[in-house]
């Protein structure tokens, strides 16, 4: 079976550039999650959505950063403009649905804006 | 509101030795505990997890935990340490019905010495 896919690895951006990351989730995984992780700290949930649907967005910095999951499947997600302290690893991950079923994550994209 | 506490940013051990490390976690409900392993430039694997039942958890690679409630306590274990489990481990916490959202501790860097 295959495993979260994204895309891509490894990112340096200047600050104010915009970038996207890709994300494909497990075959049949309806909740998919957006972590970003700051060298040093534990993962923290940007967005989560249920099929195409915004579960939980509350931590997503609205004012650059955006998600989407068109058709319920892959994901992109967008900072524009990249500030400095968006330097971290975003981590993709997805599970069978919001309840007990663990998740399953990507290898991240490393994000460095110089 | 839900934290994950992990004790000591960065723990040592000999090969051989019993490796242990520590979780806190503060939640209103009885929460799902989860340890993942976060090998160099790799996303996170689980290793384990507690929903509900038995409370002594054993996982992959020889790691087990316990859940101890009257602690709020959720310590990772390996009874003898291998070189290849050197990483970073987080411990995670979720609540029942909040959607399957994961809260990670700031995590623990596990070195192994030969």
């Known amino acids: 079976e295959a495993g979260v896919a994204q895309s891509p690895r490894y990112k340096i951006i200047e600050k104010r550039q915009s970038v996207a990351f890709w994300c494909n989730p497990i075959s049949g995984h309806a909740t998919l999650y957006w972590y970003q992780q700051i060298l040093g700290q534990g993962p923290k949930l940007l967005i989560q959505f249920q099929n195409n649907g915004v579960v939980d967005d509350s931590q997503l910095p609205k004012d650059r950063f955006s998600a989407e999951r068109l058709k319920g499947v892959d994901s992109t997600l967008k900072i524009q403009p990249a500030k400095l302290e968006d330097s971290a690893v975003y981590l993709c991950a997805s599970s069978l649905d919001t309840g007990r079923a663990e998740a399953f994550f990507g290898q991240g994209t490393r994000l460095t804006v110089v | 509101a839900q934290s994950v506490t992990q004790l000591g940013s960065h723990v040592s051990v000999s090969e051989g030795a019993l490796v242990l490390l520590r979780c806190n976690y503060s939640?209103?409900?009885?929460?799902?505990l989860f340890w993942y392993v976060q090998y160099p430039n790799q996303g996170l694997q689980l290793l384990l997890k507690y929903t509900t039942g038995a409370t002594l958890v054993k996982g992959i690679n020889g790691f087990e935990a316990e859940f101890k409630k009257s602690e709020t306590s959720f310590h990772l274990t390996k009874p003898s340490a291998h070189m290849s489990d050197a990483a970073e481990y987080f411990c995670a916490v979720s609540a029942p019905g909040s959607q399957g959202n994961l809260i990670f501790g700031k995590g623990t860097k596990l070195s192994v010495k030969p």
């Open positions: 939640s209103s409900v009885p929460p799902y």
